[in-house]
């Protein structure tokens, strides 16, 4: 009874973890498909960017001292969300997201705004390929290890499960038909003894 309790505890094991690589997949695919759209507007915000800082640099000249008057990112909040069990990483930007200059309007021109207006949009953009990205690798790597468990349950504990069940069924039907004729013979020789 315990083995065959185990058995059906073992298949039931197996539909759940299929079940949840199934989620897993569904939802891995749906952020590939983010991952390739947003990859798509990233190309083209990185070439209207590069194109818009060859302008300024054309038109002003190398901007180093203009460069550094820009500070450091610090407005990134990460946060997970949980999708089966997987930590998926939401990246988000904090406060107003439209560029403010930090610089002055002296020694720049338009083109100059142009390009970190450009560049600020690329920076969301890897912001959130980041975060589709590192949420595809996770998914990826815990339908591996859904995978590798459901394989265990499907290809070796339950056919072994199913294996034991079998065997104590044969044993126990061997021993009730051993009784069962036990039984005849005794009641033969009792009839016989009797008559």
Request: net charge positive; charged share 30%; aromatic share 8%.
């Amino acid at each position: 009874m315990s083995t065959k309790k185990t058995l059906a505890l073992a298949k039931m094991g197996y539909e759940l973890l299929d079940k949840k690589r199934n989620i897993l997949i569904r939802e891995m695919m749906t952020l590939i498909d983010r991952a390739n759209e947003i990859q798509g507007k990233i190309d083209n915000a990185y070439s209207a960017a590069y194109f818009a800082l060859q302008r300024a640099n054309i038109l002003s000249g190398f901007c180093d001292e203009i460069s550094q008057t820009i500070p450091i990112e610090r407005r990134l909040k990460l946060s997970y969300r949980s999708v089966m069990g997987v930590e998926i990483p939401i990246v988000s930007m904090q406060g107003d997201m439209t560029p403010e200059l930090h610089y002055g309007l002296f020694r720049t021109n338009s083109p100059l705004d142009d390009a970190y207006i450009k560049f600020n949009e690329v920076k969301v953009l890897t912001t959130e390929l980041a975060e589709v990205e590192n949420s595809v690798y996770r998914l990826a790597d815990s339908i591996k290890k859904t995978q590798k468990r459901a394989n265990a349950l499907k290809n070796i504990m339950i056919p072994r499960f199913t294996a034991a069940v079998k065997y104590i069924t044969d044993a126990l039907e061997e021993k009730e038909r051993e009784e069962f004729s036990r039984l005849k013979v005794i009641k033969k020789q009792k009839s016989n003894k009797g008559a």
